[in-house]
């Protein structure tokens, strides 16, 4: 009776370290479940976003009208970027630019949203955080899209005088120097753009407080052998912390 004690002991100990492994294993399977409904609310709101870019820049190709859809495509694809993650806005981006070449070809539309409005798009996630209620903030975004609205003007408008002209009737280039030429241009497309921005910072503080944020329900890990409540996980993108499910301000002295 007492040799058979170490072989139970043994085949016991087996036992907890089987039933361990088996557990340890179940809970990556349901970390794994968990990070693919993520991932699907995630593709599901880029998908929506890339549909609303694509119907404005059909209008901007299609009908008579300015840069405006073009404006409101750039804002989808901050939403994407903002409530999936960066890397579902540039493929929000890159889908909404070869759409509109399939619907336009070259043209100065296109170059405008390739070169100056899907960028601006991807840019407005990053400086996000600097808002223009407030002064210092506001100084530094300003002069942020200020120089990107220049630099992307200058590249369109050299594609425009040097390689779109060619082949047309319309000099190009001696219809931008009646206007004045690059300075006047640039200057008129800065004196436009920035109170454009302006309204695209106000527009993103409102809609994006609509939206909901997309949240991760991850069980954390048992501690001594119990498990603990379910906790809300919430992408980097919301810039808000983690909700543990228990607030220290509720709790009492127990009086």
Known sequence: AYADEPSGQHEQLLVYVLLRVLLDRLSLFGDALHVMRASAKKLTTAAVCTALSVI???????????????????????????????????????????????????????????????????????????????????????????????????AVYLIATRVLSSGLDIDIAAYAMKLGGYPVLALVTTVILVPLDFIFCGMASVILKRIPAPVERRPPPAVDGKSQPDRDVFDENNAQPEQNGDDSSDKTDGK
């Open 56 to 154: 404005m820049c059909a209008a901007c190709a299609y009908l008579p009208l300015s840069f405006m859809p073009l404006y409101l495509a750039a804002f989808c694809i901050f939403l994407a970027c903002k409530r999936a993650n960066i890397l579902y806005g540039l493929l929000c981006a890159a889908a909404s630019v070869g759409i509109m070449f399939a619907m336009s070809g070259l043209n100065v539309k296109w170059f405008l949203f390739l070169i100056m409005f899907a960028p601006y798009g991807i840019i407005a996630h990053f400086i996000s955080r600097f808002s223009y209620f407030k002064v210092k903030s506001g100084l530094i975004r300003a002069a942020t899209v200020i120089v990107f609205f220049n630099l992307a003007f200058g």
